[in-house]
């Protein structure tokens, strides 16, 4: 099946948007106005209607009035927030909203270099409601207004934020550096230092590059010589 986008973005100071969509689904459509027309849209990857198909042609018209046209026949309802952010929610989500029960809220958690975290737990305290960030490290909760979610990620420091009239939480985590100074890689996962019955040593970049080694390996064997050994190219753990 034949399919075509056609986008072009003018460049006037209003900001009025021209482009033309044929059979192509309403996510697809988003993608093209977020790269093209530069807004962020926020949303579930669940959300009923993202893969109904749409054909439009708009000339000259506003975000408002293109959204308008994208959304009309589906289940979708959108909300243009500041800072050229868009965030979908399905309409009977906002009619609850509105009368203060729930609110469907979104974001983007970040570290302090503003690269996504993958996996955050974002939680609304007191309750059995959580998600987790996606590749991308957004995230979509619904979330009673008043309640408090809190953001959580091992060997970054917590943070909590009030639901309030805002649908948008984009948040930056700070490194825990004491943390992760708790934290030792085990070859099968990670165990907090007090956890660990046998003792742990540390070997540093620095005591590797002394040793004339062209793999990592062999530059521990020796280092501790009651916890690693070489087996068989592996590096194994040797009761201490």
């Given at each position: ?55 439009l ?23 243009i ?23 469907t ?34 995230f ?37 550096s ?63």
């Open positions: 099946m034949f399919c075509y986008i056609l986008l072009f973005v003018s460049q006037e100071v209003s900001a009025q948007i021209t482009f033309s969509v044929k059979n192509q689904t309403i996510r697809q459509t988003i993608r093209v106005i977020e790269k093209k027309a530069d807004y962020s849209f926020f949303y579930t990857d669940k959300l009923p209607g993202l893969d109904q198909k749409i054909s042609k708009v000339d000259n018209e506003s975000i408002d009035s293109v959204l308008e046209k994208v959304f009309k026949g589906s289940p979708i309802s959108y909300k927030e500041s800072g050229k952010q868009v965030v979908l929610t399905l309409k009977t989500e906002q009619n609850a909203s509105q009368k203060g029960d729930k609110k809220i979104t974001g983007v958690v970040a570290d302090r270099r503003g690269e996504p975290l993958i996996g955050v737990t974002v939680r609304v305290e007191g309750e059995n409601i959580g998600t987790a960030t996606d590749i991308d490290g957004r979509s909760l619904e979330a009673p207004i008043g309640a408090k979610i809190s953001f959580s990620y091992i060997g970054y420091v917590s943070q909590s934020h009030t639901v309030n009239k805002q649908n948008i939480y984009n948040v930056s985590l700070s490194e825990d004491q943390v992760l100074e708790e934290v030792v890689v085990v070859g099968y996962g990670s165990m907090k230092r007090k956890d660990i019955t046998t003792a742990v040593s540390v070997v540093s970049t620095a005591d590797i590059e002394e040793r004339p080694m062209m793999t990592t390996a062999p530059a521990l064997q020796g280092q501790d010589q009651p916890v690693f050994k070489l087996c068989s190219h592996r590096v194994c753990r040797v009761p201490g």
